[in-house]
């Protein structure tokens, strides 16, 4: 017997927009309305966080679901109903045993960035509830915070669910299985003045699936965050070999699905995957919901499912490779640094920087140490008979005050003084190793500097703080 399935919105929305979801599965699975709930969430008030809706749907559950308080069900979301949903799940580790299945249309798993123009005064006029009363032209500023690119939200939102441990999703069936799809194509017609590349008009496909890893660059002077986290003698004296702390990839990926061919009549993007959904996409969400496993292999369905639907596959049906980074930078004691410059360079770095990593860039407005990077890598993976070329990540920092500054690993080795506060070289091979480039993936790279007081010469007297003459 099938499993009730909980219907979650997106932004600005209503429950009312599954129903043509709710119609495909009452034709090909024979549920009927008991077995279908869909709920309706206010995001239009300024003062509500996405945490406080996941607490919502809990107590929705809980009184108004139809369902035990330990009910398995199964849970399809749009858009920010993805991070409504993970949030909930990551409030309670208990509570990934009720949910079995996740199907995500067109999630906005980091974000979107179009989370900045709806907090903006043109944002409230279009996107803004109109509805008269106290929240009149509100357009919900702080889960608008939650959902812009590189918000320290979904930073923390990851480690929370993705980069715990035991993580909310493995695979088995102890945690919900998931499964993610974004279309190819973004809108038409008026909305086309928000389109934005590698994107299905609001969400990013790079930027929709849990294919996620964690990466740490200690590029300060001396390894001092290395040196701190040594768990050996031998590493606290030489923390060199520890400045990259790369976490593997999940043992079991959960990429996004692309639906729909951008060249074909059918465009698939963030409003018609939801109200006109292709039939191939109906196939394989339909093909998720019958998913069954064997008695001696919990996830043998799974594993099953994602080998027929080759995400790998269907990445080549465009020819835009995009990754999403997101940067956190902070000095050796763990606080922000909101004012730097990242650049890549390839091989030895001369002449060579990577202008692609430089031409999409967003900056958290809450916080500006937090920044996402969009970048299409095509050209950067490795392929058969290619290694990938070397790669170079150079700093520039800024304190504003010319008393502290920071500096880091390489500093010494530039030709022009100030060309560059730190510098980290890796290998093609190191790079292949722990599969730096990898499209349609969200990178986290946590990248450490140290904050000195100037000159950075010990031996010379400071500004900061000075000796008051004898009396």
């Known amino acids: 017997m099938p499993y009730p399935v909980v219907f979650v919105h997106g932004y600005s929305d209503k429950g009312a927009s599954w129903a043509a979801w709710r119609e495909i599965l009452r034709h090909r699975l024979g549920l009927n309305d008991t077995d279908m709930r869909t709920c309706t969430y206010i995001s239009l008030n300024n003062e509500v966080t996405i945490k406080d809706l996941a607490e919502a749907f809990d107590r929705a559950l809980a009184t108004q679901g139809g369902l035990d308080s330990d009910a398995p069900f199964d849970a399809m979301v749009h858009s920010t109903g993805m991070l409504v949903v993970r949030s909930w799940l990551a409030a309670d580790p208990l509570r990934g045993k009720r949910l079995k299945r996740l199907i995500a249309l067109a999630p906005a798993t980091f974000g979107s960035p179009l989370a900045k123009q709806g907090r903006s005064w043109l944002g409230s006029v ?34 929370e669910d993705v980069f715990t441990a035991p993580p909310r999703y493995d695979g088995g069936p102890e945690t919900p299985y998931v499964f993610v799809f974004c279309g190819t194509s973004t809108y038409s017609g008026l909305r086309e003045i928000v389109n934005k590349p590698g994107t299905d008009g609001t969400v990013r496909r790079a930027g929709c699936g849990l294919s996620v890893r964690a990466i740490e660059l200690d590029m300060t002077e001396k390894g001092m965050v290395a040196r701190r986290t040594a768990t050996d003698p031998a590493g606290a004296a030489d923390p060199r070999p520890h400045r990259v702390v790369a976490d593997k990839w999940l043992d079991v990926l959960i990429p996004v699905h692309l639906v729909g061919d951008p060249a074909g009549p059918d465009k698939v993007n963030h409003a018609t995957i939801l109200s006109n959904p292709p039939t191939e996409l109906q196939d394989l ?187």
């Not at 510098?423 to 499209?439: K, N, V």
């Open 126 to 159: 279009f996107k803004g509830n109109k509805q008269l009363g106290p929240d009149f032209l509100q357009a919900g500023d702080r889960i608008l915070d939650n959902l812009e690119l590189a918000s320290s939200f979904t930073w923390r939102l990851a480690e």
């Open 285 to 471: 969400v339909i093909a998720a919901f019958e998913m069954t496993a064997a008695a001696s292999d919990a996830d043998a369905g799974y594993r099953a499912w994602l080998e027929k639907a080759d995400a790998e596959g269907r990445f080549k049906r465009i020819g835009e490779q995009y990754q999403q980074f997101i940067v956190h930078a902070v000095d050796e004691r763990g606080d922000p640094i909101t004012d730097y410059n990242l650049q890549l360079f390839r091989g030895d770095g001369a002449q060579s920087q990577i202008a692609e990593f430089d031409a999409e860039v967003d900056v958290y407005s809450s916080d500006p140490s937090y920044r996402c990077f969009h970048v299409d890598v095509a050209d950067l993976v490795p392929r058969q008979g290619r290694l990938s070329p070397g790669l170079t990540i150079r700093i520039i920092a800024s304190s504003g005050t010319p008393y502290v500054g920071y500096i880091g690993h390489g500093y010494e080795e530039q030709i022009e003084p100030g060309s560059w506060d730190a510098s980290l070289h890796f290998e093609g091979a190191a790079l292949d190793q722990i599969a730096f480039f990898r499209p349609y993936t969200t990178t986290l790279i946590r990248l450490y500097l140290e904050r000195q007081v100037l000159p950075p010469d010990r031996t010379i007297p400071c500004a900061l703080l000075t000796w008051d003459a004898l009396a």
